[in-house]
């Protein structure tokens, strides 16, 4: 599976959009962008994912470029419920129990009262 | 109505001590996992079963013996409990579907059992 460049930590208001972006230059044809999300002390929980169109979900919007070496996770009003560790991570669809999720350090999100 | 359950929540046990962690879906599911979350937060695979059947084995010390009794159910066994193996397990389950959009292959996770070796 392709590596990922996420920053560390962001913050962002209340009521805003907040952008995370994700960096996969190495990202081969057949890899999809998965993002997750891990609130405080709970398992992580699927947000959306996508292979070269955006997606949007009732949690999230995704935005992957052309050349799909970036992507952007856009979740349109945020709220303090939103803030997670997000991690973006690429990989290559498999079936029958071959479905390894490799998390990397993620970013940390804090949404500002 | 919990979709992927674990017991117990908090573990806290003797060096050189056996132990189990439960886990159980009742999403239909036929594929389920196991991570381990260490206290530098990184969140690493270690097994993942499909229809009972082991499919994924991460160089996991064999003191680490899964054990899936039915789809529902993927039991983690430890023997031999060290200081290292001190994390927060969590359980995960997904079922593959091809859909027009290609494989969905969501994974919900349980909430995790923090397992503290003294």
Redesign the interface.
């Known amino acids: 599976d392709a590596k990922t460049t996420q920053p560390p930590s962001m913050d962002c208001a209340e009521g805003r959009a907040a952008n995370l972006p994700c960096n996969h230059s190495t990202i081969s044809g057949n890899e999809?962008v998965y993002w997750y999300r891990?609130i405080h002390?709970?398992?992580?929980?699927?947000i959306i994912?996508g292979?070269k169109n955006n997606e949007t979900n009732e949690m999230a919007s995704l935005i992957i470029t052309e050349d799909r070496k970036s992507s952007t996770l856009i979740l349109p009003h945020a709220t303090l419920r939103d803030t997670a560790?997000y991690?973006c991570i690429v990989r290559v669809?498999?079936?029958?129990?071959?479905?390894?999720?490799?998390?990397g350090?993620g970013t940390r999100l804090t949404i500002i009262p | 109505d919990t979709a992927v359950s674990q017991t117990p929540k908090y573990l806290v046990t003797q060096m050189g001590n056996d132990k189990s962690i439960k886990c159980e879906q009742n999403l239909g599911h036929d594929t389920m996992y196991w991570y381990k979350q260490d206290s530098k937060k990184f969140l690493k695979i270690m097994f993942s079963y499909n229809n009972k059947e082991l499919i994924i084995n991460e160089t996991v010390p064999n003191r680490f013996s899964p054990k899936s009794p039915d789809k529902a159910h993927l039991n983690l066994h430890i023997n031999s409990l060290e200081l290292g193996d001190s994390a927060v397990y969590f359980c995960a389950s997904s079922q593959g579907t091809w859909s027009r959009r290609g494989s969905y292959n969501e994974q919900f996770f349980g909430p995790g059992t923090r397992l503290t070796v003294l």
């Open positions: 999809y891990q002390s709970q398992g992580p929980q699927y994912h292979l560790v991690y669809l498999e079936r029958f129990g071959n479905e390894k999720l490799t998390f350090t």
